[in-house]
């Protein structure tokens, strides 16, 4: 039995999967094979990497807001804000660069080209490469160029890989979305200026949690942390949204046991 662990995107909110994994680990359910898009993806990886969730975790502790901030001062007006390359030189400095078909469990990265609008699953290439590739929000990160392809951010078009851990031959997949749920306060901000942002910001949270929820049609069991509302500054505190996510996974824990000890 093969398990597949898919790792979904959402920006700050992707440091929930930390506490996920250490809950699924700690009760003995390692995945064969992980999937992941943009943050899901980096979080995975290093996990993959590292062979430890703790060393994952350490590493997203001891991140603090300067080097968060120099790591993103890296500018560019070329179809994005940022250039990438400073990011690229912090994974390989603090996580490594192995080529990705070496690692164990299996890992595959996963971005979209921009051009078809079609997911890019990675099987090989460097660790650092495949996800910057899978990280790259349109606007904030330049995109990358492979090919004949122009590659951005994996949650455009498997926000929740779940499938894709699937075709990759997992029995069971456990995915974990970071946008099952939506804003609850929408109408406070009619009548304020704030109110412009808001429209266009909850217009892609829409978008968002519908694609999550069409995503996660393919997984077993799907673990949702409540993360709605996590703001950028959780990347040099993070804390409080890892415990969320050792949270959402304790409670959904005892029916995946459950399930498993039922089919095997």
């Given at each position: 039995?093969?398990?597949?662990?898919?790792?979904?995107?959402?920006?700050?909110?992707?440091?929930?999967?930390?506490?996920?994994?250490?809950?699924?680990?700690?009760?003995?359910?390692?995945?064969?094979?992980?999937?992941?898009?943009?943050?899901?993806a980096l979080i995975g990886g290093a996990?993959?990497?590292?062979?430890?969730?703790?060393?994952?975790?350490?590493?997203?502790?001891?991140?603090?807001?300067?080097?968060?901030?120099?790591?993103?001062?890296?500018?560019?007006?070329?179809?994005?804000?940022?250039?990438?390359?400073?990011?690229?030189?912090?994974?390989?400095?603090?996580?490594?660069?192995?080529?990705?078909?070496?690692?164990?469990?299996?890992?595959?990265?996963?971005?979209?080209?921009?051009?078809?609008?079609?997911?890019?699953?990675?099987?090989?290439?460097?660790?650092?490469?495949?996800?910057?590739?899978?990280?790259?929000?349109?606007?904030?990160?330049?995109?990358?160029?492979?090919?004949?392809?122009?590659?951005?951010?994996?949650?455009?078009?498997?926000?929740?890989?779940?499938?894709?851990?699937?075709?990759?031959?997992?029995?069971?997949?456990?995915?974990?979305?970071?946008?099952?749920?939506?804003?609850?306060?929408?109408?406070?901000?009619?009548?304020?200026?704030?109110?412009?942002?808001?429209?266009?910001?909850?217009?892609?949270?829409?978008?968002?949690?519908?694609?999550?929820?069409?995503?996660?049609?393919?997984?077993?069991?799907?673990?949702?942390?409540?993360?709605?509302?996590?703001?950028?500054?959780?990347?040099?505190?993070?804390?409080?949204?890892?415990?969320?996510?050792?949270?959402?996974?304790?409670?959904?824990?005892?029916?995946?046991?459950?399930?498993?000890?039922?089919?095997?």
């Open positions: 039995m093969k398990i597949g662990l898919a790792l979904g995107s959402g920006g700050p909110r992707g440091l929930a999967h930390i506490g996920v994994m250490k809950v699924l680990l700690k009760n003995g359910i390692k995945p064969d094979l992980i999937t992941g898009s943009s943050i899901g996990y993959a990497v590292f062979g430890s969730i703790d060393e994952v975790e350490h590493l997203a502790i001891s991140s603090d807001m300067k080097t968060v901030l120099s790591v993103l001062f890296d500018p560019t007006l070329r179809l994005g804000l940022v250039k990438g390359q400073k990011i690229i030189k912090f994974f390989k400095e603090k996580i490594g660069n192995p080529d990705i078909e070496s690692l164990s469990p299996k890992f595959y990265p996963v971005a979209t080209n921009l051009l078809t609008g079609e997911a890019v699953v990675f099987d090989k290439g460097s660790f650092a490469e495949t996800v910057r590739a899978s990280i790259s929000i349109p606007f904030m990160f330049q995109p990358i160029k492979k090919d004949d392809m122009l590659l951005v951010d994996g949650g455009l078009s498997q926000n929740v890989p779940a499938k894709i851990a699937r075709d990759k031959g997992a029995d069971i997949v456990i995915g974990v979305n970071l946008n099952a749920r939506l804003s609850e306060s929408f109408y406070g901000f009619m009548k304020t200026p704030a109110g412009l942002y808001k429209v266009a910001d909850e217009s892609i949270n829409i978008l968002q949690y519908n694609l999550a929820r069409e995503n996660c049609k393919y997984a077993d069991f799907v673990i949702k942390p409540d993360v709605y509302g996590v703001r950028w500054d959780s990347f040099w505190k993070p804390a409080s949204v890892i415990e969320e996510g050792e949270a959402s996974a304790e409670l959904i824990f005892p029916e995946i046991l459950k399930q498993l000890k039922r089919r095997f």
